[in-house]
């Protein structure tokens, strides 16, 4: 991620030079979703930069009660950029979350706990850098509309894109007829893919804010897309997908339309994932490679593969933390449930990528997806790789295979373990499994998580009747 500024100072110049009315200190909770208060400029001496700013803890969900709400906003300097859709110039600084009543990086910041995750490799002395590169799919739409009441409950999307306009007009334009189809959305150019123009000033602004892209394209699903940007640490990866997001949507809002990274809005098409390319280097040398093994892939990189396997029912609760994730993690819509490994082979949980030389060799788990929070998602990734290493955990397979043409019967005689097919079957894994992220993610935490999943997901998801309950089993 290029940086801006690398100290205060450099902070107050570049406001200067820049004409900053305005600073806006993010931090994000624990489902993700980010969070800002903004000073102006004048009221932001050095010493409150640097020693942080006060913010009520309590008012964010399964944080702080409110006889102990006060909390401290750390900025990371380092972070800062313009943002590049306000009014007035205004400058937008990560913050980490203090915990003062304890004098420590607060236990349920995902920025913090991802941080901690960072110290706990190198102390472990497996690696001293952790690169991590995720994929982030999106949707936009034109319009959407949800409804969920005690007698009535429906949503609907619509894009252009959408075959099911096929018999519709429109009345400024007529029909344009040019349209993707189900699962034929990749890589056709205009006027088939409507949103070149969208994607491209998406790229642009990406880059402003400090971004390295390299492209942008049509994802497989209709209105779906994707844009491609560089690699980075754990954290700089995580703080990337922060502002992807951010800029994603706020193009897409400033031009009439609507983004989405739900992993699956669209019922019979793909869904979004967040596919996350990992390897770690020590000494400037990437612990991955071995030229000549299956996927030129080293003993070290098959044991992290080992551990994520092993531990991915409880991943899971953080790499796809929502109910609507299950919805894509189905066969034949390339988001693998089948927890084995292959070569170039998208019908696997981890696939190892073509053209793998030293510096390019990694692995690429793709059963994430995008509503994840980046910064828990890349640490439980993370401790379970490294709990792979040390306990030299091996993983199923190879298998070359198309995995998504096995039956469940063929699954099971193979003895292969798949990814939960709920939330509930996640976080109930997480209970069970938890020890691999101890030395980061505290008990409290994985307590706090597992109720705050349980409270505003998984039971009012499993309370609902659907239109599809009620067409299957209404005459019954």
């Not at 706990?113 to 190198?122: C, F, P, R, S, T």
């Not at 596919?275 to 280097?281: A, D, R, T």
């Not at 030229?291 to 796809?320: C, D, P, W």
Request: proline share 5%; hydrophobic share 35%.
């Amino acid at each position: 991620m290029g940086k801006f500024v690398n100290n205060v100072d450099e902070f107050y110049r570049f406001c200067e030079q820049n004409d900053v009315k305005f600073v806006d200190l993010r931090f994000t909770d624990i489902k993700g979703a980010w969070h800002h208060l903004t000073y102006l400029l004048s009221a932001l001496d050095k010493d409150m930069l640097t020693n942080g700013l006060p913010f009520d803890g309590s008012s964010i969900e399964a944080w702080q009660p409110i006889n102990k709400s006060d909390m401290i906003l750390k900025p990371d300097i380092e972070t800062a950029f313009l943002d590049p859709f306000t009014a007035d110039p205004t400058i937008i600084v990560f913050c980490d979350v203090f915990d003062i009543y304890k004098g420590e990086l607060y236990e349920k910041c995902p920025r913090s706990i991802a941080k901690k995750a960072l110290k706990y490799l190198e102390e472990s002395g497996v690696g001293d850098v952790a690169f991590f590169g995720p994929e982030n799919e999106f949707f936009i739409f034109e319009d959407v509309q949800i409804k969920d009441e005690i007698n009535e409950s429906f949503y609907r999307v619509d894009s252009e894109e959408g075959e099911w306009n096929d018999p519709s007009r429109n009345d400024d334009f007529g029909n344009i007829g040019h349209r993707p189809r189900t699962k034929g959305g990749y890589f056709p150019v205009a006027p088939t893919d409507s949103m070149v123009d969208l994607r491209a000033e998406m790229m642009q602004v990406l880059e402003e804010v400090g971004l390295e892209v390299m492209l942008g394209h049509h994802e497989v699903a209709q209105a779906q897309g994707e844009i491609g940007v560089k690699f980075g640490t754990l954290l700089e990866a995580a703080d990337n997908v922060q502002k992807y997001k951010y800029v994603v949507r706020m193009v897409a809002h400033l031009n009439g339309k609507t983004a989405t990274f739900m992993p699956k809005p669209l019922f019979g098409d793909n869904g979004n994932g967040m596919h996350v390319h990992q390897s770690i280097w020590k000494d400037g040398k990437n612990l991955f490679y071995k030229e000549g093994e299956y996927g030129n892939l080293s003993e070290t990189a098959r044991h992290y593969m080992g551990g994520i396997l092993k531990h991915a029912q409880a991943v899971a609760a953080f790499t796809n933390p929502s109910t609507n994730s299950y919805k894509r993690l189905i066969p034949g819509f390339e988001a693998p449930s089948i927890l084995t490994y292959s070569s170039q082979n998208r019908s696997a949980s981890i696939r190892i990528p073509y053209g793998a030389g030293e510096k390019a060799t990694r692995i690429e788990t793709r059963f994430p997806d995008s509503s994840a929070c980046p910064y828990l998602a890349f640490t439980a990734l993370l401790m379970a790789g490294i709990d792979g290493i040390k306990n030299q955990y091996e993983p199923v397979g190879p298998m070359d295979i198309d995995l998504f043409e096995l039956t469940l019967d063929e699954i099971r005689e193979k003895g292969i373990e798949q990814m939960p097919h709920t939330l509930r079957e996640a976080v109930e894994a997480l209970l069970r499994d938890n020890d691999f992220l101890k030395p980061v993610i505290t008990d409290k935490f994985v307590d706090a998580y597992q109720h705050y999943k349980f409270e505003t997901q998984i039971w009012p998801d499993e309370a609902r009747p659907t239109a599809f309950e009620f067409k299957t089993t209404y005459s019954c």
